[in-house]
């Protein structure tokens, strides 16, 4: 078993649940679309305390057995949507969170599933921290278990004019051109209430501000075809309905200070719980 990735490798975090199954499954569909090789990798998680240490040696044959059973069955599980694709696997130590956030560094993106529990949307503790800590994108799958992947549908960005929505613009063109479908790209504008006297067309700003930002990209993949949305409204609710017609919705995430981790919150944590769509999170 691999115990690393590179760069171009495309990392799934797995446990034995059918979510983690579906996540995989769709890593593969990314990792063939980007002709990357795709790594499966289960944490072992190792106990602090001493007695929990000992507990770890008696049960540890067991857990590794038990690990190394949902490792393979993955394998060939992904292995079937194709045959072609390099896959590894590995059974990084520690906390799965931590597992994946070092396997991160290393990775071209990082994909999770949602750990909805008990049927509910929200996700779980160990999806927010590699999605908030990755120092790469962070793909969380949300889809419904069993159904095909929506392969047809838009891949969405949303685009909020500034440097900080670059990564994700660049991802979401390099995404939508491999699997050959359109970009949804989406620009929301709080409404405002104008002071009297002012004309100004807000909505001319925010198209012409839209078309600036995805100009380059257009020129680097001239046969993406691009759907333009400057749409009024809150960056949460808009690209949360965008979601609902989308196969991937990609969005940006601002570094790791405090004030960034309340930036992550209020928006992309709020997507990631509530989406129709798997998201792809990325750091800018």
């Known amino acids: 078993m691999g115990t690393r990735a590179d760069h171009n490798t495309i990392v799934v975090g797995v446990d034995d649940s059918a979510m983690a199954l579906n996540a995989a499954r769709w890593a593969a569909y990314l990792a063939s679309a980007l002709h990357a090789p795709l790594l499966i990798a289960h944490a072992l998680a190792r106990r602090r305390t001493a007695a ?94 069993g159904r095909p992947i929506p392969r047809g549908r838009p891949v969405a960005v949303g685009v909020d004019g500034t440097e900080l929505s670059i990564p994700a613009i660049a991802h979401g063109f390099e995404i939508a051109a491999a699997l050959g479908v359109p970009l949804t790209a989406v620009h929301c504008r709080p409404s405002r209430i104008e002071p009297v006297g002012h004309h100004l067309d807000r909505g001319e700003q925010e198209r012409t501000l839209l078309a600036e930002s995805l100009a380059d990209w257009r020129t680097e993949y001239p046969d993406v075809e691009v759907i333009e949305m400057p ?34 919150g209020s928006t992309t944590r709020d997507l990631l719980h509530h989406a129709a769509c798997p998201v792809l999170v990325c750091q800018s």
């Open 52 to 145: 929990q240490q000992l507990a770890d040696l008696v049960h540890a044959p067991h857990a590794y057995d038990a690990a190394t059973r949902t490792l393979d069955r993955t394998c060939r599980l992904v292995r079937t949507c194709d045959p072609e694709l390099t896959v590894d696997a590995a059974l990084p130590d520690g906390p799965p969170a931590k597992a994946l956030v070092q396997l991160s560094a290393h990775a071209r993106i990082v994909v999770v599933g949602a750990q909805s529990a008990y049927e509910e949307r929200l996700i779980g503790s160990t999806t927010v921290h590699v999605a908030e800590h990755a120092h790469c994108p962070v793909g969380v799958w949300r889809g419904e278990n």
């Open 231 to 264: 749409v009024p409204g809150l960056a949460r609710s808009v690209l949360n309905e965008v979601a609902r017609d989308a196969q991937l919705l990609v969005v940006g995430r601002h570094g790791h200070s405090t004030a960034a981790a309340l930036l992550f």
